[in-house]
T-cell receptor, first 115, second 116 residues
Framework: DAGITQSPRHKVTETGTPVTLRCHQT?????MYWYRQDPGHGLRLIHYSYGVKDTDKGEVSDGYSVSRSKTEDFLLTLESATSSQTSVYFCAISDSRQGETYEQYFGPGTRLTVT | AQKITQTQPGMFVQEKEAVTLDCTYDTSDQSYGLFWYKQPSSGEMIFLIYQGSYDEQNATEGRYSLNFQKARKSANLVISASQLGDSAMYFC?????????????FGTGTRLTIIP
């Protein structure tokens, strides 16, 4: 199994509070991603990173920011949590060799509830 | 823009039968990749199989095969001899051709239930 951990695994927070989710990998993969999973929507990309300090927005980035100061860590921050951000959050990693991209490996997920 | 469509929200299949999960895609990229993931009730995402757009042969991984029809823009997952442990959500996903931008677009998934 790919070495990806997410913390916390579960969190309940109140509307308006800041929340940071952490993704940690031991695979030295270049690319890291944050997705959210909601019923009827599958997984949707929030932000991704293609290297240390190199990040970009996904399709549902409003209300989220990210940072990657080390290869192994990718942080997702909700500056002021809202009830619409209640979701399951997945981190994923991938790497590419010889121009071919290999599959993304996913972390175990974080269930976030905003009350 | 890329789009993945999975038209079967749920399927029920008798154990030991083969099952086909449908996936169609839309992209203007000439080079792309297609993936299938399994999500059991425990919640983790498990990679099953990958097909590159220039691969001439359909991908196979054990009991999983990908029926890739490029002209029809379809990438159906076939599971042979289904087992109770195959009961799960299945997601089709695609990535585009822009290297350095490896993000995936997912479909909404199909919930497969295997009946004993």
């Amino acid at each position: 199994d790919a070495g990806i951990t997410q913390s916390p695994r579960h969190k309940v927070t109140e509307t308006g509070t800041p929340v940071t989710l952490r993704c940690h990998q031991t695979e030295n993969h270049r690319y890291m991603y944050w997705y959210r999973q909601d019923p009827g929507h599958g997984l949707r990309l929030i932000h991704y990173s293609y290297g240390v300090k190199d990040t970009d927005k996904g399709e549902v980035s409003d209300g989220y920011s990210v940072s990657r100061s080390k290869t192994e860590d990718f942080l997702l921050t909700l500056e002021s949590a809202t009830s619409s951000q209640t979701s399951v959050y997945f981190c994923a990693i991938s790497d590419s060799r010889q121009g071919e991209t290999y599959e993304q490996y996913f972390g175990p997920g974080t269930r976030l509830t905003v009350t | 823009a890329q789009k993945i469509t999975q038209t079967q929200p749920g399927m029920f299949v008798q154990e030991k039968e083969a099952v086909t999960l449908d996936c169609t895609y839309d992209t203007s990229d000439q080079s792309y990749g297609l993936f299938w993931y399994k999500q059991p009730s425990s919640g983790e995402m498990i990679f099953l199989i990958y097909q590159g757009s220039y691969d001439e042969q359909n991908a196979t991984e054990g009991r999983y095969s990908l029926n890739f029809q490029k002209a029809r823009k379809s990438a159906n997952l076939v599971i042979s001899a289904s087992q109770l442990g195959d009961s799960a959500m299945y997601f089709c996903a695609m990535r585009g051709s822009n290297f350095g931008n490896e993000k995936l677009t997912f479909g909404t998934g199909t919930r497969l239930t295997i009946i004993p």
